[in-house]
């Protein structure tokens, strides 16, 4: 009797519980032409992204659509658990696919073209993708940040390039993060191959071994448990991190900061640049509303907002930048590029040498 | 009257009693059924229906079983054994004692230090590796005190990224297990069996070696059991404070999925790491069926006793103090940290300036940059809650009629058993990927739903209420509940008057795991969970993304809210008692 | 041979026995008779060595032992509810004992089985002892206890949880085993018929204090108080006040007794009136009551008075009847206070 009364309340829970979904499932509440109050547009991301109520609202009143946000895991995470849900698409658009994995969305399919107006305010170099299924959002540089104090206080002048890493005084100083795990660590394992080569930057890699760097799973440990700047103080000086990082340690800061405590090492191709990109997700119901979502990504509101959410630049030329990224933030002039196409024809094999290398 | 016919005429109301059992095949079979029917039920739905759908994804590739894949899976499975019998083994050594001190004696802050074990079992990696390092980093406390009192330049301990950090977190992270599970069957084990052992002739170690570890090895096997499948399937301590160095099944499932996206070799990976928890949990199954089934316990908690002579206060000394060193002063750097500033004074590297601030706790309260994303903390502490009430309600609900029927197995029953434990070795990557492809489309269209998140947990947890319900429900004499039926009793009388109130305490013990387990869930949340419904451990790691001290001190703040709630609710749960039992 | 002297031990701040002294002998059977809750059980727990005593000695054979540890000492004890081992048959539990002294399989098996045979428990050797009952669990207990050869053996109650009838039949097997082993005994019981079956001497324990001492006959006899008396069920402890020329005032009328010693006039006193002391009289006794109650007790009459005094007789009389009571000179018993 008591086990039949539990069996019923779990098959009501269940199906309390699809229909809780059904609710408030994307597709049900759908007007195909127009714009109703009711239009939901889902926006599949990364938990990195941020932005603010005031202007996701502008769009909203502006629209009248409503944008719902799927948040997934890192960047691979995100986009993987799009590629594998590709015939059944949880969302209509997908925001944060990087450079260094665009090669991989781009190869499954997964967005539709669209020539967005937009475009014309960004940059040529940021456009990767001729076909316009990928259009860049944000970018930013993959950094060595160091620890201003720690080089004043030991009279070390800062090393210049990656050739510099490789000396005796620099040894040990160093944490970088896991390229399988971390995508800084592949920003950074690229950067070295676009220096040296493939067939150079595993000497290199050998070298740094030798000399003791540190290597880290994740961003997370490889800044608060390792860098000597952070809130963690950790033993090393030097962390791979991002251009922007010095702008959020005063933007951050508990108290006033007139000057940051880390700054980047900008040598030539010390920085890897990693471009964002949005697409509408192939198989979209909402192609309209979707393509409204995009132009407004694209647009000076949203793009302003980008810095001071993500610690990203914004790709539309117009768009003004915060005074603490001004102050403090910092683009190389010479970032490492090497082509999308090549990335994805040799990123596990790099990986997996570089493992061999650093790591066994 | 002669003794044997007295013997005879209770023989005969035996062979009566069970005769009743005696019936046709389905019939004996029918109590089993409907007892496993609502977690069958449910595991199939959320177990192992989306798991076929994620392995199938990749098995069908000629990649599955290529000699490159087998070598990925043989060189982390080295490993991954490894680690998990050490960890096993020294979370045991600390464990065990720990056990025998909190269901023995009495002293005062009991109840506190007891939480408080407990209270490491749902912080996030990120939060435990933030503490480890304040105390035992390069220029953790530890360290710098070493340094300043033996004069030396460099930092004595280094343990960050060493198979020790490995070995102390899951030890940090699984003693409560063996605390728990233990301690439990240890507080109703009769203390006169030892004083009658005593009596014969045995000295404490073999009254210990011949009583006590006999008795328990039903609870010490299934805490063993749970502790090594949980350090069999470990990722974020390997991740965070292993290093890239240490490589377990997990953690590359981990990168064979989600970075990789080679879904062959994570198929293959997941397959064997499955494999190696059916194996395990059948090997328990067996050894459990080969100690003797039911163990006769008092109903009412034995006294318990302060120090009485010099070797035990020496002991439970000891162990305070052990245990002091290894739970409370890691989980005490963090609200430490929390309300300490780091001056702006950068150039002094040894000697840090602190001051006192609220600031991280003010910060939480104001979405300064205006974000969407912004939850005040209270609503995160709140969605946790409400995630941990429902996997709690959820897990009891259909583990309670499982744990009943495994109390006297039948052969169904010892069938059934290890495929319980399945869940904990699915990866969480693999459960909460699983759930998305599974649960994207109709008739399970769940995906956009909040109720994903404690389901996913409801399955994590029921593996751990089914094993701390288990032998309570077992150590329930038979004789009792006869009694109870000739005083007239209904069988649900019977149940509520006879065996609630004898397994109230392995109640509460299920309900403070399922509890804690879903607080502390970070791997299928971070996959399933929507961002404007983050639970504690996902605003932790949101904050901790970003560069900047607020954020930090923020996420120490949010991590100090977290520890400060669940020790709360678990000392609650403790202090709980059944009303008019006082021994209880 | 066992000596206690002024044991005192207290629990949480109460004093639980109060210098308790006392002696067994060789082949000695006591019993410690009192109510629940008395310290007997913390008695026996020291005397095993499971506790220690905050005060006093324990002594064995002319040595303290009050720090021997309880394994050391092979005392037996057999618990209350038994405290089988679970996890070992009716054979291993028997056995333990032997197993830790490090005997022979052959003499171990040999002994098991004496013992076995002793209580009457053979051909139950492989048991589960779970699957038996109370009584043969009881039997396990004690065949357990006296497979090696204890120097002493302590009874906790042993028979408190069985019915009657198999308490009779233990208890007389009991007698006889003790009888047969020639072991000391001390036997902690509340159940004055199990302490009169068993004991060579009995031991009155109250209030963490041992009240009064004698073989059973002698202490059933003379009870040294109104405690003692009312315990035992003696029979009708009555209180009374001294008038003169050795008459007492008692609320059921005035009693003579023989008074050996002056007393003051008007003092206090306790007497014992045993029920089989007393005959029905005429109404002009100066005893006298109104009978309350009239119960058929096989072959007589018991009735009880208003006030509670009681007495026998074979022929019943009315309730409500008022009746005259005789009773014979000298056997009146004065008690302590």
Same mark, same amino acid.
Not at chain 1, 27 to 37: A, K, M, V, W
Not at chain 1, 155 to 171: G, I, Q, R, S, T
Not at chain 1, 283 to 311: K, N, W
């Given at each position: ?67 719902? /946000? ?23 658009? /997908? ?15 997964? /967005? ?139 933007? /951050? ?108 | 009257?002669? =003794? ?167 030890? &940090? ?30 000295? +404490? ?6 009583? =006590? &570890? +006999? ?99 020496? &002991?439970? &000394? ?79 609900? #259909? ?21 319980? #434990? ?40 029921? +593996? ?69 419904? +983050? =639970? ?26 977290? #520890? ?21 | ?14 004093? $639980? ?45 002319? @040595? ?19 405290? %089988?081992?679970?996890? $070992? ?24 089985? @004496?013992? %076995? ?47 009657? @009838? ?11 085993? %003790? ?146 009571? @005789? ?7 004065? %008690?302590?206070?």
């Amino acid at each position: 009797m008591k086990k039949i009364n539990l069996l019923t309340l779990l098959i009501a829970l269940l199906l309390s519980a699809c229909t809780l979904t059904a609710e408030s499932s994307p597709e049900e509440n759908q007007l195909e032409s127009g714009f109703g109050d009711d239009v939901i547009l889902t926006v599949m991301t990364h938990d990195s992204f941020a932005l603010s109520e005031k202007v996701i609202e502008l769009f909203e009143n502006e629209s009248g659509i409503k944008v719902e /946000f799927l948040a997934s895991g890192d960047t691979g995470s995100a986009l993987n658990k799009a590629i594998l849900t590709k015939e059944a698409p949880l969302a209509d658009v /997908f925001y944060g696919v990087d450079n260094t994995f665009l090669s991989r969305a781009l190869a499954a399919d997964l /967005f539709e073209s669209y020539a967005a107006p937009g475009l014309k305010n960004i940059p040529e170099e940021f456009k990767f993708d001729p076909e316009n299924r990928a259009l860049p959002v944000d970018y930013g540089d993959v950094c060595i940040n160091y620890d201003k104090a720690y080089f004043a206080e030991n009279d070390l002048p800062l090393p210049e390039n990656f050739e510099d890493l490789m000396k005796p005084e620099y040894a040990e100083l160093l944490v970088v993060e896991n390229p399988a795990i971390s995508s800084p660590g592949l920003a950074f394992l690229l950067a070295t191959v676009a220096h040296f080569g493939p067939d150079g930057y595993l000497d290199f890699w050998a070298a740094m071994k030798e000399g003791g760097v540190s290597v880290a799973n994740s961003w997370e440990s490889a800044y608060y448990t390792n860098f000597s700047a952070s809130s963690g103080r950790g033993p090393q000086p030097m962390v791979v991190s991002y251009g922007t990082s010095p702008a959020a340690e005063v933007y /951050f800061a508990e108290t006033e900061l007139s000057e940051a405590p880390t700054a980047s090492i900008l040598g030539p191709d010390t920085c890897f640049r990693q471009v964002e990109f949005i697409g509408i997700l192939t198989g979209t119901q909402q192609r309209a509303a979707a393509e409204r979502f995009v132009d407004f990504v694209l647009d000076v509101d949203f793009q302003e907002d980008i810095p001071l959410q993500m610690f990203v630049y914004p790709v539309n030329s117009d768009a003004e930048l915060p005074e603490v990224f001004l102050k403090h933030a910092e683009l190389s002039d010479q970032p490492a590029t090497i082509s999308m196409d090549e990335i994805a024809a040799n990123r596990e094999v790099w990986i997996q040498a570089w493992t061999e290398t650093v790591l066994k | 009257m002669s =003794t044997r016919k007295v013997a005879k005429s209770a023989e005969k109301k035996k062979v009566f009693s069970s005769r009743s059992s005696h019936l046709s095949v389905p019939f004996r079979y029918r109590d089993s059924i409907l007892r496993w029917a609502p977690a069958l039920l449910f595991i199939s739905i959320f177990f192992f229906y989306p798991l076929t759908k994620i392995l199938g994804l990749g098995v069908n590739s000629s990649v599955f079983l290529s000699p490159e894949s087998l070598q990925i899976a043989l060189d982390s499975l080295g490993f991954t054994l490894y680690q998990a019998v050490l960890s096993m083994l020294l979370t045991l050594l600390v464990g065990l004692p720990a056990a025998y001190l909190f269901a023995r004696y009495d002293f005062r802050g009991k109840a506190l230090l007891r939480a408080l074990t407990a209270v490491p079992f749902m912080l996030p990696t990120v939060v435990v590796a933030a503490g480890f390092n304040a105390l035992l980093g390069p220029r953790g406390w530890l360290n710098l005190s070493l340094m300043n009192l033996l004069d030396l330049d460099s930092p004595p301990i280094n343990i960050l990224y060493t198979l020790g950090a490995i070995l102390l977190a899951h030890v &940090f992270y699984n003693t409560t297990i063996v605390i728990r599970v233990v301690g439990n069957a240890l507080s109703r084990l009769d203390p006169r069996l030892i004083e009658a052992s005593r009596l014969l002739g045995a000295d +404490p170690w073999r009254a210990f070696w011949r009583i =006590t &570890f +006999p008795l328990l090895r039903p609870s010490i096997l299934a805490a063993a059991l749970l502790v090594f499948l949980f350090d069999f399937t470990s990722f974020g301590v390997i991740l965070l404070l292993g290093g890239p160095k240490f490589s377990t099944l997990e953690v590359e499932i981990y990168i064979q999925t989600l970075q990789m996206l080679n879904l062959p070799v994570a198929a293959l990976l997941s397959i064997i790491q499955l494999l190696c928890t059916l194996t395990f949990s059948i090997l328990y199954s067996r050894m459990l069926a080969q100690t003797s089934t039911q163990v006769a316990q008092q109903d009412t908690e034995s006294r318990l006793r302060r120090s009485k002579n010099k070797r035990e206060r020496i &002991f439970i &000394f000891t162990m305070i103090t052990i245990l002091f060193a290894l739970f409370v002063l890691p989980m005490l750097a963090l609200p430490l940290r929390s309300v300490s500033r780091l001056e702006a004074d950068r150039g002094d590297r040894a000697d840090l300036q602190t001051s006192l601030t609220s600031d991280y706790y003010n910060e939480l309260f104001i979405n300064r940059r205006g974000s969407r994303f912004y939850v005040p903390p209270i609503e995160a502490a709140l969605n946790s809650l409400e995630y941990a009430g429902i996997t709690v309600a959820l897990s009891l609900l #259909m583990g309670f009629p499982v744990a009943s029927a495994l109390a006297k197995p039948n052969r169904m029953d010892r069938f059934l058993d290890p495929l319980l #434990m399945l869940p904990l070795g699915a990866s969480a990557v693999t459960l909460g990927l699983g759930f998305i492809i599974a649960f994207s489309r109709p008739p399970l269209n769940l995906i956009a739903s909040p109720w994903l998140v404690p389901l996913a947990h409801t399955i994590i947890a029921l +593996p751990f209420v089914i094993r701390s319900l288990q032998p309570a429900l077992a150590s329930i004499p038979q004789r009792y509940r006869e009694a109870a039926a000739m005083l007239g009793a209904s069988s649900l009388r019977t149940w509520f008057t006879v065996d609630f109130p004898i397994v109230f305490r392995a109640v509460l013990a299920a309900a403070t795991f399922a509890f804690t387990v879903s607080l502390g869930e970070f791997g299928a949340t971070s996959l399933l969970a929507r961002p404007d419904f +983050p =639970t504690i451990p996902t605003a932790i790691y949101r904050f901790l993304s970003q560069p900047g001290g607020l954020n930090y001190g923020q996420a120490m703040a949010m991590a100090t809210i977290l #520890m400060i709630l669940t020790t709360l609710s678990i000392f609650l749960i403790e202090k709980l008692r059944l009303p008019g039992r006082g021994g209880w | 041979m066992l000596i206690l002297s002024n044991i005192h031990k207290s629990y949480e701040g109460k004093p $639980l026995l109060r210098g308790i002294s006392l002696e067994v002998g060789e082949g000695e059977t006591i019993c410690l008779l009192g109510p629940s809750g008395g310290g007997k059980t913390t008695l026996l727990r020291i005397i095993a060595g499971l506790e220690n005593a905050e005060e006093g000695e324990v002594n064995w054979n002319g @040595k303290d032992i009050s720090s021997v540890p309880p394994h050391k000492r092979n005392f037996g004890l057999i618990f209350q509810d038994y405290a %089988l081992f679970p996890h $070992l048959n009716v054979f291993d539990n028997v056995a333990f004992g032997l197993k830790m002294q490090k005997l022979g399989r052959e003499e171990i098996h040999q002994r098991v089985m @004496k013992s %076995l045979q002793q209580v009457d428990l053979i051909g139950l050797e492989s048991r589960d002892v779970i699957d038996l009952s109370g009584g043969e669990q009881q039997r396990v207990a004690l065949a357990r206890a006296l497979a090696p050869r204890p120097h002493l053996l302590l009874f906790d109650e042993p028979l408190g949880a069985l019915d009657r @009838k198999l308490r009779e039949y233990l208890l007389a097997e009991l007698r006889s085993i %003790l009888q047969e082993s020639g072991v000391p005994a001390i036997y902690v019981t509340h159940d004055q018929d199990e302490a009169f079956t068993l004991a060579d001497r009995v031991m009155l324990l109250h209030n963490g204090e041992i009240v009064q001492r004698g073989t059973p006959a002698e202490v059933y006899a003379r009870p040294h108080s109104g405690w003692v008396a009312e315990f035992l069920g003696a029979g009708n402890v009555v209180q009374g006040k001294i008038l003169k020329d050795g008459l007492v005032e008692t609320i059921f009328g005035t009693v003579k007794m023989p008074v050996e010693e002056r007393q003051a006039e008007g003092s206090p006193v306790t007497l014992l009136i045993r029920p089989r002391d007393v005959r029905i009289g005429n109404l002009s006794s100066p005893l006298r009551g109104t009978v309350k109650d009239v119960v058929f007790q096989q072959d007589r009459f018991k009735v009880v008075l208003k006030g509670g005094f009681y007495f026998y007789l074979s022929d019943p009389v009315n309730v409500g009847e008022e009746i005259g009571l @005789k009773i014979e000179m000298g056997k009146i018993q004065r %008690l302590a206070e």
